[in-house]
């Protein structure tokens, strides 16, 4: 069992940075691969990125390439968002989650999930 907490979230204006936090419970962080994932309201939950159990290979979705940096620091049971140059449309409630040892771009490719932080973008 893995439970994750997300921080970091808040509002920023258009062009502005922030970095999200997700710590995750439990002594085997080192073996899941972990993503964030975004959701607007009246929209799906959308891929933002991904990272694998030992952050050798990271990955991001269209909306995040150029702009974003998924990382994580095993030692510390966290991984990180960091989101530069960002948009109104960045606007979403972002999600942490977890999956031990396979990666995936798609929602159901994870079993656990933290409960959201909420970035807003001004214009």
């Known amino acids: 069992q893995v439970q994750l907490v997300e921080s970091g979230g808040g509002l920023v204006q258009a062009g502005g940075s922030l970095r999200l936090s997700c710590v995750a419970s439990?002594?085997?962080?080192?073996?899941?691969?972990m993503g964030w994932f975004r959701q607007a309201p009246g929209k799906e939950r959308e891929f933002v990125a991904a990272v694998d159990s030992s952050a050798i290979r990271t990955y991001l979705g269209d909306s995040a390439k150029g702009r974003f940096t998924i990382s994580r620091d095993n030692a510390k049971n966290t991984v990180y968002l960091q989101m530069n140059s960002l948009k109104p449309e960045d606007t979403a409630v972002y999600y942490c989650a977890a999956n031990q040892y396979t990666l995936g771009f798609r929602t159901e490719n994870y079993n656990y999930w933290g409960q959201g932080t909420q970035v807003t973008v001004s214009s």
């Open positions: 439990g002594r085997t962080f080192s073996t899941y691969a």
